[in-house]
Nanobody
Framework: QVQLVESGGGLVQPGGSLRLSCAAS????????MAWYRQAPGKQRELVAA???????NYADSVKGRFTISRENGKIMVYLQMNSLKPEDTAVYYC????????WGQGTQVTVSS
């Protein structure tokens, strides 16, 4: 059974940075494309960024140029470096496969506020 554990969230001022981490344990294929998602209060969960096992990436328009997704294939770790954060980035952030294959973890709260 695959478990996804997100960490690294917190409270940050606008313009600040955070680095999120996701640890995937269990039987997960190393070639699986992984992704970060977020869900703001009252809104649907949305895709933020995705990365293939070879490192190809894609981003939501709202985060392009500010967020960077990366991964370690050996341990299936996925990271999200978030720079120039804005209040509208406030949400619970989750990781999963690009096809949302596994049960969602608890996520990590990111709050951008002065």
């Amino acid at each position: 059974q695959v478990q996804l554990v997100e960490s690294g969230g917190g409270l940050v001022q606008p313009g600040g940075s955070l680095r999120l981490s996701c640890a995937a344990s269990g039987s997960i294929f190393v070639g699986t494309a992984m992704a970060w998602y977020r869900q703001a209060p009252g809104k649907q969960r949305e895709l933020v960024a995705a990365i293939t096992s070879r490192g190809s990436t894609n981003y939501a328009d709202s985060v392009k140029g500010r967020f960077t997704i990366s991964r370690e294939n050996g341990k299936i770790m996925v990271y999200l470096q978030m720079n120039s954060l804005k209040p509208e980035d406030t949400a619970v952030y989750y990781c999963n496969t690009a096809t949302q294959r596994y049960n969602w973890g608890q996520g990590t709260q990111v709050t951008v506020s002065s």
